[in-house]
């Protein structure tokens, strides 16, 4: 009787093929894995690197103050830096909401901002104020104060000399404080 001789996959061979399949069920973990931690390590960042106020409005804006008395022109600029684009929903001095709501280019509720790679003119925002910054886009605001008591930031009086805390509140919920000192 003849019997057939089986011959097996030597173990050298046999070890080798096991390597190439372990290597590569880690790789597509690992690209899985990296898929998965990327889209949730997105993040805002907005650097405010211009801060300044200015006594009064500059001549060629077509802005000015309301009641004629002193007033200051508040600048903001910045970048957003992190990997996820940013919202700015809310402006804050000292603690209070800064009211953005009219639709005149005067008084103490006008805002002029610009964002983006392609910077807009100074424009009137509405209400709800939403300024989209996407991400290494730049952002530019500028906020009117009068002296004495504002009328649309009940209780808030401003003076030159003053330190006052403007907070940008992004809709994330992340906020970014300046302060500032009015000449």
């Not at 372990?22 to 690197?49: C, D, M, N, P, R």
């Not at 106020?53 to 103050?65: K, R």
């Not at 910077?119 to 906020?143: D, M, N, W």
Request: glycine residues 8%; aromatic residues 8%; proline residues 7%.
């Amino acid at each position: 009787m003849t019997t057939r001789q089986r011959r097996a996959v030597s173990p050298v061979i046999a070890t080798v093929i096991l390597i190439a399949v372990a290597v590569a069920l880690g790789i597509a973990v690992a690209f899985w894995a990296s898929g998965l931690t990327s889209s949730f390590s997105k993040y805002e960042k907005l650097g405010v690197s211009t801060q300044y106020a200015q006594l009064g409005v500059p001549s060629q804006d077509t802005y000015q103050c309301a009641t004629g008395d002193t007033c200051w022109t508040v600048n903001l600029g910045g970048q957003n830096t992190g990997s996820s684009d940013a919202t700015i929903e809310q402006i804050q001095i000292n603690g209070v909401p800064y009211p953005i709501s009219s639709t005149s280019t005067t008084g103490p509720d006008f805002v002029a901002w610009t964002s983006g790679p392609n910077p807009l003119k100074p424009t009137q925002a509405t209400s709800p104020f939403v300024l989209p910054v996407h991400s290494g886009s730049s952002f530019a605001i500028v906020l009117l104060l009068e002296s004495g008591s504002s009328p649309s930031m009940s209780g808030v009086t401003f003076a030159s000399g003053q330190t006052i805390q403007v907070t940008i509140i992004t809709a994330a919920g992340n906020n970014y404080p300046a302060s500032i000192v009015l000449p």
